[in-house]
């Protein structure tokens, strides 16, 4: 058992559309407001980066993803024009999963016919909740009706692998509402479901008013609770709780996330993109160093991002090589968010395992460790532990 580094070339592609049509208070993400008019560029912009980063490879891409933002506010021509050019200057498995995230106003059975006829075999909703109180105090700018009827488009349209997202400890609603928004969830039958907890994140207008006192934040108790109840229910519906927040039936998890989840290399191009390729990748960048692997990030406004892709740049604002043992680390944290675990890579790391599943918080089966339900509660305390072995 030795440290191992990333092993692959990338074999996915992630790609940010940066457009909403407006900001939600507790999102940080990097997003344009009024994004109409830079469609044509920003699309033009990000082709210009993927030949760069292809560099006249051959890579044979698994999962595409586009995420945002809201990737379905780009024009159907743009939307097409992109995908056309992904589809023909990558090589492509047969078992391509294109996901395309997209938030519930205003979808309709047109809409995602054409999504599939371009080639989108999997749809992510941002439902968040099926009750309208919480999805006021959300700020979403989407009913449960609307919710609903984005879901109900989906299955006329004939998508047969449906991802819907769902924020819980969410304050001032009882989990009453929780449970209630998930069970009407679990009637429309998704493939795939995400239950994220509220998180304030810093410099959000959301962490400005819990800071102010004018909002409570989400409590423990709550998070707790609900955790719980998710994993229950969707566990009687038939729902693998695969990873910590992932939940899907039998052949639908997300590919495209079980890359991030196992430490694997993936492409990332546009605003506020963030990539992570194999040591000896760097040269995708135009990046010269070594270590573990190399993270790099994206300028974050889609303005400046077409800019610096016009001057000839890559869009690029930052990078870090890790060492082997962050990247060991990040594997470790990520692979114990896994219902299958993560492989332990020495003798040390084993024995520590061990003592953990005497205190009940990991099952070892040879050399894999998965958290128990005990331990998926103190998850980042078992990372330090392991990595530390
Ligand atoms: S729609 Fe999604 S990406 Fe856009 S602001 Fe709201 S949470 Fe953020």
Redesign the pocket.
Known sequence: MTAETPPRSPRSLYLHIPF?S???P??D?A?NLSGEALQDRYVGALLEELKLLRGGTRIELDTVYLG???PTLLRPELLERLLSFVFSQFSLSGSLEVTIEA?PEGITPEMVRLWLSLGINRVSL?IQSLDDATLRWLG?GHSASSAVDAIRSCRVAGLENLSCDLIFAVPDQDSGGFEASLRRLLQFHPEHVSCYELTVEQGTPLQREVKAQRRTGPSVDAYLRERRLAVELLAGAGLDQYEVSNYARSGFQSQHNLTYWKGLPYLAAGSGAHGFLAPDEGWRLGIQGGGGGLRYWHLRDAATYIRAIAAGGRGIRGHEWLSAAQVELERLACGLRLSEGVDLQSASQLARARELALMGLVEIAGSTVRATTGGVDVLDRLTLELSAA
Do not use: E, V
């Open positions: 909403c407006q900001r939600c507790y999102c993400f997003i945002g933002g809201t938030n941002g979403r």
